[in-house]
């Protein structure tokens, strides 16, 4: 399965300010995805990446709080923007590498807001 | 409404015990379950399932899946520390890219 790398690991922001987290997969792949993890819940679908093209966002989230960029099929960045605490959360990268193929993810980040 | 319900929310064992982790669902447009383990952040893809009736199997882990019912169990026989983890259930549905999460059953092992 494809190798994922998402950073940072983990960070603590200060509240109206942004932080970028970056995913790179080693292998192009077909699709790619943004998911959080509030604390204590599971997993919710935030976005999916489009390459080339705006993201497409679920119920909830819009794309001037979580912006998305994705140039090219090995790589996406999600932005948090203006952050307040209730965006504390585990915020995770994942992959499909074939239409009906299994979801693989990155390592995640933690993210604590103060 | 669609749902993925897991049972129970949290398990303590001894090493050696037998687990049986359950994933209910209601959902449209039914395409697979999947199973996840969450250690720290990151879900660890376990199984796929699509079809009725056929066990999944790796190591100690095994799955199967009931469309008729709609459930699936996740086995794992003498089990390890190392098998403590958050244990997630996912289902996939034709024309959606999202992959609708469970809450997870919690397993905790002990020596």
């Known amino acids: 399965s494809a190798v994922i790398s998402q950073k940072p690991s983990r960070d603590i922001c200060q509240r109206g300010t942004s932080l970028t987290i970056q995913c790179q997969v080693d292998?192009?792949?077909?699709?790619m995805f943004w998911y959080r993890q509030q604390p204590g819940q599971s997993l919710t679908l935030i976005a999916t990446?489009?390459?080339?093209?705006?993201?497409?966002?679920e119920s909830g989230f819009v794309i001037d709080k979580f912006p998305i960029s994705r140039p090219n099929l090995t790589f996406s960045t999600l932005t948090v923007s203006n952050m307040s605490p209730e965006d504390s959360s585990i915020y995770l990268c994942?992959?499909?590498?074939?239409?009906?193929?299994?979801?693989?993810f990155g390592n995640g980040t933690r993210l604590t807001v103060t | 409404e669609d749902k993925v319900v897991q049972s129970p929310l949290s398990l303590v064992v001894h090493e050696g015990d037998t687990v049986t982790l359950n994933c209910s669902y209601e959902?449209?447009?039914?395409?697979?379950l999947l199973w996840y383990k969450q250690e720290k952040k990151a879900p660890t893809f376990l199984f796929m399932l699509?079809?009725?009736?056929i066990e999944k199997k790796s190591g100690r882990l095994s799955s199967i899946l009931d469309k008729k019912e709609l459930f699936s169990i996740l086995n794992i026989t003498a089990t390890q520390t190392g098998d403590s983890a958050v244990y997630l259930c996912?289902?996939?549905?034709?024309?959606?890219?999202?992959?609708?999460f469970g809450t997870g059953t919690r397993l905790t092992v002990i020596p």
């Open positions: 994942s992959v499909a590498t074939a239409i009906n193929s299994p979801l693989h």
């Open positions: 292998s192009q792949v077909t699709m």
């Open positions: 990446a489009n390459q080339g093209s705006e993201a497409t966002y």
């Open positions: 959902v449209t447009n039914f395409r697979s």
């Open positions: 699509t079809s009725s009736g």
């Open positions: 996912a289902v996939d549905q034709t024309g959606a890219n999202n992959l609708f």
